[in-house]
């Protein structure tokens, strides 16, 4: 298995501002998946993230938004940049091993 | 695009009833998983299951492929098993289409 850890737990933050999200498995992965979750509703994928290269995005989510970092095989970071209402929610990292995907706690954020 | 629809949205048991759950997949299926989501917000993968039967525990999974269906089997329900239960389809390299979820109550 792996674990995967997520910092902070939850943030608030103002409108306009940026922040990060980090990301750390305890094992090294090949690709980090980041997901949002609104409130009562069902998980979205964002984008797809592999060591050495530039993550790639669904559609509805941009680079310009939601710039990803993966520098390493265990760590990636999540920037949410001009942060507004809207994205208040709660943003998951997910990887893969073996047959199973696997969670951080996840990190709520609410934008004010 | 590809959908997943999970049913039902909700659902109240008693203690020690069973809950069959349902999704269904609008495209032909690669893989799929059953996760439970807990009302924290963690998830953990109860089943990988791209066909067939799996068994744990209380919980067991059924995929027919051809179908284009995966079911979810909660037997004596316990209250510890409160929370939304998710199933997703991989798309391909491991990227999940979610559906929205069952909310179950479990009540003593």
């Known amino acids: 298995s792996v674990l995967l850890y997520q910092k902070p737990n939850r943030d608030i933050c103002q409108s306009g501002t940026s922040l990060k999200i980090q990301c750390v498995a305890d094992?090294?992965?090949?690709?980090m998946f980041w997901y949002q979750q609104f409130q009562e509703q069902s998980l979205m994928l964002m984008a797809t993230?592999?060591?050495?290269?530039?993550?790639?995005?669904e559609s509805g989510f941009t680079k310009d938004k939601f710039p990803i970092s993966r520098p390493n095989l265990t760590f990636s970071t999540l920037t949410v940049n001009n942060a507004r209402p809207g994205d208040s929610s709660i943003y998951f990292c997910?990887?893969?091993?073996?047959?199973?995907?696997?969670f951080g706690p996840g990190t709520r954020l609410l934008v004010l | 695009g590809q959908q997943v629809q999970q049913s039902p949205a909700s659902l109240v048991l008693q203690e020690g009833e069973n809950a069959e759950l349902q999704c269904n997949f609008s495209?032909?299926?690669?893989?799929m998983q059953w996760f439970y989501q807990r009302p924290g917000g963690s998830l953990v993968s109860l089943f990988y299951?791209?066909?067939g039967t799996k068994q744990s525990g209380r919980l067991t999974s059924t995929t027919v492929i051809k179908e284009r269906r995966s079911s979810l089997h909660i037997s004596s329900s316990q209250t510890t098993d409160s929370g939304t239960y998710l199933c997703?389809?991989?798309?391909?390299?491991?990227?999940?289409?979610f559906g929205a979820g069952t909310r179950l109550k479990v009540i003593a």
């Open positions: 094992s090294q992965v090949v690709s």
């Open positions: 997703a389809m991989d798309t391909g390299n491991y990227k999940y289409v």
């Open positions: 993230a592999n060591e050495g290269s530039e993550a790639t995005y």
């Open positions: 299951n791209p066909s």
């Open positions: 495209t032909s299926l690669n893989s």
């Open positions: 997910s990887s893969q091993f073996q047959d199973t995907q696997y």
